[in-house]
């Protein structure tokens, strides 16, 4: 297929095609420029505040995914192929829409300048709602503003406000845009052809099938490979003068087949670019308990947006969903021009930002076998703030009994280290024995042996240390055979 030199996206009531922009714009700006939508506005421009949430619509498989993002992390390039809507779609030829009316009605504007990313994720799960047909819950309709910050602290009105409209949108099935009409905005932009988006020595190759990515790493030494780029876009900002001439970004986000998630009669195959709202759906699933560490994983923009790839090469010690990963004993695939291979994600990461991977590889897929479902799985986090927040420490904890006694057992520990951590000499206390409170001492002896905690800007070694103990204590509360609330979820008792 004939590589495209333009990005080409629905906007506006329109197909846009944008050619000669730097390949290192973000969406955020180019709106504010170019694009003449200065109702997304600019806030902390690291995908903290939500104040420039916009929403996308794009193809997924047969049907229509629609989501929220982050303007501020998006290349104008991730727009290739795409339905972009901001705050002035949101009001229709009748008037405001539901949600911009409940917000005015209910005084949720205050100062006004995180309204338009308030109005655009309360849009988003009000029109997702009507699709359903079923009104949220007011705790429902809270965890999907958990990316919006208001440094008025207007929630209780901004949430009154959601509420109402979702109400009535869902009430009288009003949508300002049914889905069949991001069906034929994104029909009318048609299957993207492979970009190629140049300014001056900066690339951004976006190929739309493995082999095209292989090919283009091969041809690139040294470039950078992107995804969702929650991350990445925020290093690219920061490196401001110092960003290279001569970068070169190749996406694998287009590439056919990477954002599957199937399951055969062994694995749960997780591809590379699956979105991370996705990824925590099907664990969920699976593993109902993790729902607690899921609900406290970013932002549902960030989830959207982010992959299980790019939360693996990361290589943060703080990525939750690393730990369940280890926990759950999985695989990743890799692969590069000499082929695959597969590497434990026990080991996947050999410090901060550093991996396994070799020049020219790309992750394919996790793989996640399903008989480590069998055990009993707890997830715990610790952070400064509750919601949209990084861990400062985490604990992903794994359990079958037979008897009272621990068959097996999986205790990872994040933010302790330079990596993720699996506690083998806490396992290997806690194996073959009743899971007591005497059972319960012994863990908690044991973590020295497996790490010596860091210290950095988050948390002192110390409490780090006092937190993982912590944490195996409410393992027990939960688990423990003579535990006070054994069986009970003590999250719901705080």
């Not at 988003?124 to 705790?139: I, L, M, S, W």
């Not at 929630?155 to 009288?172: F, H, K, M, N, S």
């Not at 026990?346 to 992750?363: C, H, I, K, N």
């Not at 904890?397 to 205790?411: E, F, K, N, P």
């Amino acid at each position: 297929m004939t590589s495209s030199g333009a990005v080409r996206f629905w906007f506006r009531g329109e197909v846009r095609e944008l050619e000669g922009v730097s390949p290192t714009l973000s969406v955020l700006h180019w709106l504010r420029g170019t694009g003449s939508s200065r109702g997304t506005k600019e806030g902390c421009n690291t995908g903290d505040c939500g104040a420039c949430t916009v929403v996308l619509a794009e193809r997924d498989g047969v049907g229509v995914r629609v989501r929220t993002a982050n303007s501020c992390l998006l290349l104008v390039g991730m727009l290739h192929g795409r339905a972009l809507f901001t705050v002035e779609d949101v009001a229709d030829d009748d008037g405001l829409h539901p949600v911009q009316r409940a917000m005015a009605e209910r005084g949720g504007s205050q100062c006004g300048f995180c309204t338009p990313g308030f109005v655009m994720s309360m849009w988003t799960a009000a029109e997702q709602a009507a699709v359903r047909g079923a009104v949220p819950t007011r705790k429902e309709l809270a965890d999907a503003l958990t990316g919006n910050l208001c440094r008025c602290t207007g929630y209780r009105p901004i949430l009154d406000a959601a509420v109402d409209a979702t109400a009535e949108v869902v009430g009288r099935g009003a949508r300002a845009l049914a889905p069949q009409e991001f069906r034929a905005a994104l029909e009318a932009v048609g299957e993207p052809a492979p970009l190629e988006l140049r300014s001056g020595s900066v690339v951004h190759l976006a190929p739309t099938t493995l082999d095209g990515v292989l090919a283009a790493l091969a041809e690139n030494p040294g470039a950078r490979i992107v995804a969702g780029g929650t991350d990445l876009v925020v290093e690219l900002r920061l490196a401001g003068d110092d960003l290279r001439d001569d970068l070169v970004l190749v996406s694998t986000d287009a590439a056919a087949g990477l954002a599957d998630i199937t399951a055969d009669g062994t694995h749960l195959r997780i591809g590379a670019t699956a979105r991370l709202d996705d990824v925590w759906h099907e664990l969920v699933a699976r593993a109902p308990a993790l729902g607690r560490m899921a609900g406290r994983f970013a932002s549902p923009a960030i989830r959207g947006t982010g992959t299980v790839a790019g939360n693996l090469v990361n290589a943060s010690p703080v990525a939750d969903l690393v730990p369940v990963l280890l926990a759950l004993d999985a695989d990743v695939v890799v692969a590069g021009r000499a082929g695959r291979r597969v590497v434990p994600v026990d080991g996947f990461a050999t410090g901060v930002r550093r991996t396994v991977l070799e020049p020219g590889e790309v992750v394919v897929r996790v793989d996640v076998p399903l008989l480590s479902f069998v055990r009993t799985l707890r997830a715990y986090k610790v952070s400064r703030r509750f919601d949209d927040d990084i861990s400062t420490v985490s604990a992903v904890l794994g359990l079958a009994q037979h008897g009272g006694r621990i068959d097996d057992v999986r205790v990872v520990l994040g933010g302790m280290a330079t990596t993720v951590v699996r506690a083998r000499s806490v396992e290997r206390v806690l194996l073959g024995r009743m899971w007591d409170t005497e059972a319960l001492r012994s863990a908690q002896a044991a973590v020295g042996s497996d790490v010596t905690p860091i210290g950095d800007h988050r948390a002192a070694a110390s409490y780090r240390d006092r937190a993982v103990r912590g944490l195996l204590q409410r393992w027990w509360y939960e688990t423990g055979a003579d535990a006070p609330a054994a069986d009970t979820d003590v999250w719901a008792l705080r």
